[in-house]
């Protein structure tokens, strides 16, 4: 999928993908920045995904680099049938820290909503308004993390796919936990660094798909 590379405040997306009796993986030819907005404009990002028939979504987009000052609001919204499963990964990166950039000031909001025929199933809600280092260094929060991503996945392989990220040892530099209950699989990573994280990444998603990812992750 090709996308601008870049968003700022004002800017709107829409991607819609829906998938019937197929596997289907969708990923971004690069990294996702949030330039500084010039204005009070929010940016805006719908995703809308579907999948029917015993069909597979994977939504496997690259990183999402929030520059200081950067504007966004994204919504994530999945509908699925009772034989049909999705995997959602989006992780996000704190500032330019190869620019010694410290994410101090930006406006993120993040909401997902995942249905199986028409019941919410999961719900995620992420806000970083105020207090945006507190937030980051904070134990309960991203403890001086620079990336963190989500993961969840739902659909009738979940003991399996338990069972492949359970044999994932993390590097030191990861922080990782994994929830599996009422039908879903969460994973929430940490990482100190976000190469280290986007490797981790690359590992669990090579172990728990059976398969190499899109060759621009390897770029």
């Known amino acids: 999928m090709n996308t601008a590379g870049g968003i700022t405040g004002g800017d709107r997306y ?3 993908c829906e998938a019937a009796a197929s596997r289907v993986v969708v990923t971004t030819q690069a990294a996702e920045r949030a330039y500084r907005s010039s204005t009070d404009d929010i940016a805006g990002m719908d995703v809308r995904l579907a999948a029917r028939r015993g ?8 990183e999402t680099i929030l520059f200081e000052g950067s504007r966004l609001t994204r919504h994530i919204e999945v509908d699925l049938d009772s034989s049909s499963e999705c995997l959602v990964l989006e992780s996000l990166v704190f500032g330019r820290h190869a620019m010694g950039e410290a994410l101090q000031s930006c406006h993120f909001t993040d909401q997902w909503r995942i249905r199986v025929e028409g019941r919410l199933v999961h719900a995620e809600a992420l806000s970083l308004v105020d207090d945006i280092d507190g937030r980051l260094g904070a134990s309960a929060g991203a403890a001086g993390a620079q990336m963190s991503a989500t993961l969840v996945y739902v659909g009738p392989r979940l003991e399996q796919l338990q069972a492949d990220i359970s044999a994932v040892s993390p590097s030191p530099a990861i922080r990782m936990a994994t929830s599996c209950w009422q039908g879903r699989l969460v994973l929430r990573l940490l990482a100190t660094e976000t190469m280290a994280g986007k490797a981790e990444l690359s590992r669990i998603l090579g172990s728990i798909r059976g398969q ?4 621009v992750w390897q770029l």
């Open 55 to 62: 069909a597979a979504l994977h939504w496997l987009p690259q």
């Open 14 to 16: 829409d991607y819609q």
């Open 212 to 215: 190499h990812l899109p060759r």
